[in-house]
């Protein structure tokens, strides 16, 4: 056999051509911190069993990458679908909800079972004994029509329809131990190394409870975001209103002609959310003097904060919006991150004894002059804006930090009313693959930049993890805070979206190492049939994506 000469995790290396990258691993195993789960020669991403015949650099994942992560996530949930279908057979059906806080909330359809802690004892034991057995998982590759008939021998009929609206003619399933399922992106190499785990009881389904990125050994205790998971569930119920579990439901749909109907219900669920809080506001306007909203990149605060607007006017509640970016400290007083750039998404970016200054003023009834941030000289200037509240007036202050006590430390708690909003996404790819709110937010971000800021999609993905850090600092800590959380995700959108992302992100080179997400994208939207968005409206929280809003976004 040829020996090819690679750059293995920084590390000149003599490998013989056609050994697996499982094989190699073993070598690197110590150069990560737990199991690893994945390799990446060059700008892809290579599974365990595949053999190696290039010599480009190599580095390989635990879960600590985010790649590792979803691996890791995958092969647990292919240990617990094989445990249910083992245990019970046709007569239970696994869905695999959503995630919360790392972890994947899950629940069991079946007349017969009970979800309690004997079945999840049951259940836990049996994936232990896959662990135990170190069960190979390998993928096969079928013709469509083979891989649709071994899914309908196991019962899963949301995998046949998906796969029906499939356009390749071949699909890849994954077996264990004589169970097949399909999975969308790269499985484990065995089941030995998926053995930290568990399951606890969780409203009415169960948790599968993930190891820390930091320590792969390790489950963090689980504390529930109550208000998050709240959403969740109601999202839930919103998908059964509509008639859409997953893509396929949501492909039928479109075949039927029925997509229209589908954002008019999506959309008019959004304006009765968005009444409800206005409602909530309203019925403590002789207290609230400010509404806080908050929320990740992409996730509409702007068309939100402008129908929370109209719907407060329509109360008879006249707002002021105050943007946060206008009271920027002046830029050469910007602080710096650990790598010594400046840090825009700091609270400390903030003047934040000014704000409170003038926020106290405003609320007592004060005629306050207003900054205005001037970009391009990076300094805050006065230009003769004032605000003075009247009597059924109110404050709406859009911002990453609104949901941040420090923000508005001075301002006492019963004037202030907080909102947190996400694309927290209601729909799944099938009963066992899950879409990421992440990945969907990622894709709006991904068209509105190219549509309305000129930027590719390489440079949106570039950027992404860094945007995502920020969020993790700065807004998810304090989404329990908020007094409402509304969900800006739609059930349609990636229909949608779908004509305006893919092309970009087929313009990302194989070169670049931002090749690896444009490629999974690709893959992920392949699964929708492609819908126009003729029939949204113009003041839909999609439009602030694709265009046309009525608003200034």
Sequence with gaps: MEQLQINVMGKSTMVEEGITYGALAKDFQDFCIGNIMVAKQGNRLRELRSAIHESEPISFFDISDEEG???????VSFLLAKAVWDLYGKDAALIIEHSLRGNLYCEIVSENLTIDNVLLKRLKEKMDEYVKANLPIVKHTFGKHKAIGIMKEQCMQDKVELLRFRRA??????EMDGFYDYFYGYMPFSTGVLGVFELILHESGFMICMPSTLNPDCIPPFVNPEKISAVFMEQMKWCKLMGVANVADLNNILVRGEFGELIRINEALHEKKIAQIADQIFHRIDQVKMVLIAGPSSSGKTSFANRLCIQLRALGVRPHKISLDDYFVNRDFTPVDEQGNKDFESIYALDLKQLNEDLKNIIVGDRVEMPSFNFLTGMREYKGNYIQLDQDEILVIEGIHGLNDMLTSEIPKENKFKIFINAITQLNI???????????????????????????????IESWNMVKKGEEENIFPYQENADAIFNSATIYELSVLKQYAEPLLFAVDASKPEYITAKRLIKFLGYFLAAPGLEIPNNSLIKEFVGGSCFKV
């Excluded at 992560?69 to 092969?75: F, Q």
């Design 169 to 174: 003619s071949n699909v890849n399933l994954y």
């Design 69 to 75: 992560k979803r691996i890791y996530h995958r092969g």
């Design 430 to 460: 099938d009963d066992h693959n899950r879409i990421s709110t992440s990945d969907s937010r990622l894709i709006r971000r991904m068209v509105r930049d190219n549509q309305f800021r000129g930027r590719d999609a390489a440079a949106t």
